[in-house]
């Protein structure tokens, strides 16, 4: 039986399956795409950019039908996964309007009569990537990848065929060359050999830290870069001069957004004495988000995307509380098929409980009150993860003194954390390292090459 089978998370029925990629199946593939990798450098950085805007335009042609296959494959409510797909074609207009200027050779002064270094195409990178945001983790590195001159190699996550096939369809309506993105239905077994293989010159994979791991030392093996966006257990700190009220507001949105299930999700709520009124506020419009059939343009919060997940979530809480936390919202599992959990907030967290300390990936809050601003960053820190964090403060002075001393690859402030074309964006420690998306982004996966003219 393929391990690629699309289950309907609110129902839990089967919607369709696909056969794994054959050894001959994979072998066609990266020679397509090696040939696509050739033709697309040899472009140029202007004659690649139109292309890129058709990719974009065609992204939000099909968004209104596309995010149904977000919401049947992976139970994401539908006005989010619409927002998703709009949110792909913006990466690669984006990327279309600034990869000329962020490509462009910089010129160096030295005493030779011309030296600049540049920035050149690596190759086909290979994309392992994950179910959450099936969509925009794709074009979260692709948009930048193909700007630069890159080819790519979708190994998508199993549970979302229809969604890697989709992506797909959309290169080829957007008339770009064809093997410029080809999409592998490869077994984690295959994995090892795609990386080593020559036609494959660089890795990109959104996951587990333990599949960062897997995947970093393969890379080392084989003497690939990799960018690697992994797990997170961001902190969202509430001081007590905060808007308490826009900030129960927005760590509602932060903590159940895709329903629980992302990596930049606020997770670990730190409370500064004197603004326990916060955990009321926040308690009282997570049990107010709807949750019901994901399909509906009104739901809020949709089921999660497999029962493993599911189960180990409740595993967490369960644990945590039996802990000695304080279940204030949500914590039981409904009795009705599918792949669902209700929102859920645990107070009195504390390290040494799975809520705190691993990730939690789906609708749980954990909330813990400490004295200050200096132990709220003492405790935000005290995580192997370091992706993102959230401060909540009228003070802006001290807020941007505290986003220096938070170790993690994004601070935003009065706000929740985002990854945006923009800016940016990965994480530190065992959340991983590289960066997605800005100029960093454009440039992750080119070779730089210094030119010195005497």
């Known amino acids: 039986m393929s391990s690629f089978r699309a289950i309907n998370p609110a129902n839990g029925q089967l919607i369709t399956s696909r056969p794994e990629a054959t050894p001959a199946q994979v072998d066609a593939a990266l020679a397509q795409s090696d040939a696509a990798f050739r033709e697309w450098s040899n472009l140029g950085v202007a004659a690649r950019t139109p292309f890129l805007r058709k990719l974009g335009d065609r992204l939000k042609e099909r968004a209104a039908d596309d995010a149904r296959i977000l919401v049947e494959e992976m139970g994401k409510p539908y006005a989010q996964a619409k927002a998703e797909i709009e949110k792909c074609a ?34 086909s990178v290979l994309a392992i990537m994950p179910w959450n945001f099936p969509y925009w983790q794709l074009f979260r590195f692709g948009a930048s990848a193909l700007a630069s001159g890159n080819a790519i190699v979708l190994k998508h996550a199993p549970n979302v065929p229809q969604c890697a096939e989709a992506i797909v369809e959309i290169f080829s309506e957007a008339g770009l060359p064809p093997g410029l993105i080809v999409n592998l239905f490869a077994p984690v077994s295959a994995i090892e050999g795609l990386i080593a293989d020559s036609r494959i010159a660089a890795i990109t994979l959104t996951g587990s830290t333990r599949a960062g791991q897997s995947v970093a030392a393969l890379g080392a093996k084989y003497l690939k870069p990799s960018v690697l966006e992994l797990g997170g257990s961001d902190p969202f700190i509430v001081l007590a001069d905060a808007d308490l009220e826009a900030a129960a507001t927005i760590a509602s949105k932060a903590r159940l957004q895709n329903n629980g299930q992302s990596c930049i999700a606020a997770k670990r709520f730190i409370v500064e004495k004197g603004a326990e009124e916060f955990i009321d506020r926040f308690r009282a419009k997570m049990a107010a988000t709807r949750q019901d059939d994901p399909l509906l343009p009104e739901t809020e919060l949709g089921p999660m995307a497999r029962a493993d997940l599911r189960d180990e979530l409740h595993a967490q809480v369960a644990a945590s509380i039996a ?54 960053v003492a405790v935000a820190n005290a995580s192997p993860f370091g992706l993102g964090a959230s401060v909540w403060t009228a003070d802006r002075q001290r807020a941007a003194a505290m986003a220096s001393k938070l170790v993690c690859g994004a601070v935003f402030v009065n706000d929740l954390v985002r990854s945006d074309p923009r800016m940016p964006f990965g994480g530190t420690k065992t959340s991983g390292w590289g960066r997605e998306l800005g100029i960093e982004g454009m440039r992750a996966f080119t070779a730089t090459k210094s030119v010195w003219i005497a």
């Open 90 to 123: 913006f990466a690669c207009h984006f990327a279309a309007d600034h990869a000329e200027q962020w490509l462009a050779p910089q010129s160096i002064a030295t005493e030779a009569k011309q030296s600049f270094v540049r920035h050149e195409p690596m190759g």
């Open 323 to 376: 802990a000695g936390g304080q279940c204030l919202l949500g914590g039981e599992v409904p009795q009705r098929d599918g792949w669902w959990y209700p929102a859920t907030l645990v107070a009195n967290a504390a390290p040494g409980m799975p809520v705190w300390d691993a990730e939690t990936f789906g609708p749980a809050a954990a909330v813990r009150v400490v004295q200050d601003a200096q132990e709220a």
